[in-house]
């Protein structure tokens, strides 16, 4: 299962919210939902979301067995 954790831990240290994310930067409030829920997004998203926060995918994601 890939677990997005990594990324509300990620996101709470930068200077983003997501207020910003969402306004500044165009991601969408159903992404958001996505990734609180562990569901799948794509791996455009996963790219967007790692320059936004200028991090790397293990800051986003990660495989829980």
Same mark, same amino acid.
């Given at each position: 299962?890939? /677990?997005? =954790?990594?990324?509300?831990? $990620? !996101?709470?240290? =930068?200077?983003? @919210?997501?207020? $910003?994310? $969402?306004?500044?930067?165009?991601? =969408?409030?159903?992404?958001? !939902?996505?990734? *609180?829920?562990?569901? @799948?997004? =794509?791996? *455009? $998203?996963?790219?967007? !979301?790692? #320059?936004?926060? /200028?991090? #790397?995918? #293990? /800051? ?6």
């Amino acid at each position: 299962m890939i /677990d997005y =954790s990594p990324f509300w831990k $990620t !996101l709470e240290k =930068s200077n983003e @919210d997501c207020r $910003t994310l $969402t306004r500044e930067h165009g991601v =969408s409030n159903y992404v958001l !939902l996505r990734l *609180k829920n562990n569901e @799948d997004v =794509s791996m *455009k $998203t996963i790219n967007r !979301l790692c #320059q936004i926060l /200028d991090c #790397q995918i #293990q /800051d986003i994601m990660e495989y829980v067995p």
